[in-house]
Each structure stands twice: as C-alpha cells, then as structure tokens.
C-alpha cells in the first residue's frame, strides 16, 4: 500500500514540482526579499518572509508576506491537479513552502486576533497535512 493512500476513496496527495531556484539561494543565504523578487510565486521565499517579519514582532507584515505565499500555494496546487481538498504531504519536499505559508497565516491571524482565519488556516493545514500540523507547531 502505498503512503497516503486514502481507502476511503479520496483524492490522492498532490505533490508539488520541485522549484529548486528559491530553496537553493535562500540556502545560500541570499535575503527572502531578493528571492521573493525574483521568484514571486515561490510560497517558500514568501513564508520566509512571514517567519522573519513574525520573529521580528511584525506580525501585520507577517500576515501579508504569509497570505501572498499562501495565495501563491494554492495556485501551484491547482495547476497540479488538486480540486481544493485532498492531502499536500509534508514529506514531499516541495510542498513545504505552501505548507509554512499556511502555517505562518494561521500563526500571524492569532497573533492580530483574526479567530476565524486562525482557526480556518489551522484546520486546513491539520487536513492537507498532519505531519505538517506538528512540525509546525
């Protein structure tokens, strides 16, 4: 039996294709900025500069940075087949940029007490992927 498989019948993981330029020059330790700018629809150099903003106590700029990766994530994902549901395993690489996007927006939301989104973004990301939730957390 193959991992993930959903015996109940759902639709199968999505799995992201691999994008190495964005992971490769951030690291490299080029700035998540400069990767943004020139991969802006890398959800992993976005979630980047969510997780710095948010350590940074920006959490307003962290929740744009975080929703600007999380809208790129779910681009990506459609374009490869996923119809909204489904499991985005952590265990495939490139899904983590989407992945610590979604992360990142639900973290920041709690932080400027959007409840809903926080408690959307959690779900969302415990359902797409468990493994995920915990690393995350």
């Known amino acids: 039996m193959a991992i993930h498989e959903n015996l109940l019948g759902g639709p ?3 799995h992201l294709p691999e994008d190495p ?3 490769d020059l951030l690291a490299s330790g080029a700035a998540p900025s400069e990767v943004a700018a020139k991969y802006p629809a890398s959800s992993l150099a976005w979630a980047q500069l969510a997780d710095d903003a948010f ?3 920006r959490a307003v700029e962290s929740y744009a940075y975080a929703r600007t990766g999380y809208h790129r994530g779910l681009d990506a994902l459609r374009r490869n087949g996923w119809k ?3 499991p985005v395993p952590w265990e495939h690489e490139p899904n983590r940029g989407f992945l610590r996007a979604l992360a990142a927006l ?3 939301a709690q ?6 989104e926080y408690e959307r973004c959690s779900t969302f990301l ?3 992927s468990p493994t995920a939730a915990e690393t995350l957390s």
Not at 111 to 116: N, R, S
């Open 126 to 128: 415990r359902d797409s």
């Open 55 to 57: 350590e940074a106590g």
């Open 12 to 14: 199968p993981p999505t």
């Open 84 to 86: 909204g549901q489904g």
């Open 106 to 108: 639900a973290r920041a």
């Open 21 to 23: 330029g964005p992971r």
């Open 111 to 116: 932080a400027i007490g959007e409840t809903e």
